[in-house]
Nanobody, 125 residues
């Protein structure tokens, strides 16, 4: 079955960097669009980065220029490189697999049907 396992979260000071990874299994990784979401306590889960099968990427304004999404189809791995981290980036970060073709915004939750368990990122000031 589809499995998505995130890793790489941790605690970092503001201005620091982290790289999250998502190991995918149980499906043909290269054939699906993928995304990263995050959820802070008391807030909705928000899409922050998405990548098409062909490598095209898209970002939420809140992370544009600081975060980079990438995929390695040979290793079946999705990554999120995060630079210039801010305290407001503190959240549980999720890897997600699309249900199929994106409909509307690629950052919308409705486009994703499989989720990892999440990895915590905490940024201190």
């Amino acid at each position: 079955q589809v499995q998505l396992v995130e890793s790489g979260g941790g605690s970092v000071q503001a201005g620091g960097s982290l790289t999250l990874s998502c190991a995918a299994s149980g499906f043909t990784f290269s054939g699906f669009n993928m995304g990263w979401f995050r959820q802070a306590p008391g807030q909705e889960r928000e899409g922050i980065a998405a990548i098409h099968q062909d490598g095209r990427s898209l970002y939420a304004d809140s992370v544009k220029g600081r975060f980079t999404i990438a995929r390695d189809n040979a290793k079946k791995t999705l990554s999120l490189h995060m630079n210039s981290l801010k305290p407001e980036d503190t959240a549980l970060y999720y890897c997600a697999r699309s249900a199929g073709w994106w409909i509307g915004s690629p950052l919308s939750r409705i486009n994703y049907e499989h989720w990892g368990q999440g990895t915590q990122v905490t940024v201190s000031s």
